[in-house]
């Protein structure tokens, strides 16, 4: 196997024996096969859209979910993983009846085979199945880019909402990596224009969640436990979020959001359930202590999963694109009511949560609710009493290294201000930072998706300023990346103009030497370093 898709790829170059993560060799070449047949199928889209065709919503969603089902822990299931490379080789088989010509196609267009012949297959289509390191470079970012575009465009489909132009350029440029007549600089625009797609996926999921669930208000989230037994609900969906609360009232089961679930506290719609009791530990790697000491079920409804213990691994189960062989996972798709009855019969039985910590945890400034209080930030900046804005928004991981990101947090000078999204977030949410005025400073948007809310809130004040340029605003970037949505939040920031960008704990293994000079020229990114250092190079 060969992966280097995320910020712990081994030695930071890439996994070869196993995942970091836990990815066996086998389920990584059923990923590799996934994503190539994935190119495939989307080849065939687009050409037919070429000719006028439309494409149906079930197909652009079975490419979303195939490249979502490949996001680093989101799925370990090998037969799940095989079921939708057959699947979507069935549905391209349908499609390329309707092509007059078939001969321009690739050839990932027309490979088919049997399940026997799968794993030889994956073998030739792998990351290294491109020679030159940086064309592989680009189309892995650009692969990469798409996947975590896919995560948020399913959860926007989960709320019935679509956007076609979207899914047609998801499936153009996931064709475009097959392509070997395109250039380096083909290849650097096109990863530009993921990035716009990237605006447009978060905006999509931006305007799906407030539509159905509100606006995201100012919010005191408990950090403690009740007497009742609970279900820990993990990973971003809201919408399975939303049918469990539905499908629990009334059966003396509680509920509670972990890691990257806690932001649906933020939403008025949550709000109106009474054992809707409050957030349960911390940022995704820390599960396994903290999945056992909840006692009762888990349900993950995407990434992050870390393989789980004996010990709880039949209160665990999955949902959606998420998969763990050996656990439970409760089907539904798009539009249908899921049946968690089965979760909530195994939770009565169940003991009551371990309490670990006690408080309150403040969040909830997505958009709406900060130019709400717009006229107080653009007032203190404006008196000199916030000098800067600091984005820390992404990802949080295991790594000793992101201790810094805790660190950087308590050594910023007292006039500056966090902006966050994403579960980077817990290595600086439970201390106490204070507020600049009554302003916090930290201010938590939401779920990684929610740094769309960022680069509004940054556009906002660069109207309220009358300022030119977004680098002109007195904000920096300092963003943490584990996953694919992160390398989608990145692409879209760089379309938007932020130079100056600093990604850390390390930089992406995929970016070859020459690629990773082309972002630094160009975009002026650059990796971390010491807080001490790291402190002067943003405030002096
Ligand atoms: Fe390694 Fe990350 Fe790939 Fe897992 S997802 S195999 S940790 S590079
Ligand atoms: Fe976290 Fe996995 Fe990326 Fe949505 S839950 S930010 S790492």
Redesign the pocket.
Known sequence: MFCYQCQEAAGCTGCTNSGVCGKTPDVAAMQDLLVYVSRGISAVTTHLRSLGQEISAEINHLITVNLFTTI??ANFDKEMIVARIRETLDTKEQLLKQCPDVSALPAAALWNGPQSKFPVKAALVGVLSTENEDIRSLREMITYGLKGLSAYSKHANVLMQDNAELDAFLQRALAATLDDSLTVEDYVNLTLETGKYGVEGMALLDAANTGAYGHPEMTRVNIGVGTRPGILV???DLRDLEMLLKQTQGTGVDVYTH??MLPAHYYPAFKKYPNFVGNYGN???KQKEEFESFNGPILMT???IVPPRDSYKDRLYTTGAAGYPGCKHIAGEIGEEKDFSEIIEQAKHCAAPTEIEQGEILGGFAHNQVLALADSIVNAVKSGAIKKFVVMA????RAKSRNYYTDFAKALPKDAVILT????KYKYNKLDLGDIGGIPRVLDAG???DSYSLAVIALKLKEVFGLDDINDLPIVYNIA???Q??VIVLLALLYLGVKNIHLGPTLPAFLSPNVAKVLVENFGIAGIGTVEDDLKLFFE
């Not at 992404?394 to 991981?397: F, H, I, L, N, R």
């Not at 999204?421 to 980077?424: F, L, N």
């Open positions: 680093t822990n993990s990973g971003h890691s990257e940022a995704w790697w995407t990434n992050c992404g990802c949080d991981g999204a994403g579960c980077a779920q990684c998706n990346w584990y996953e949505k992160a």
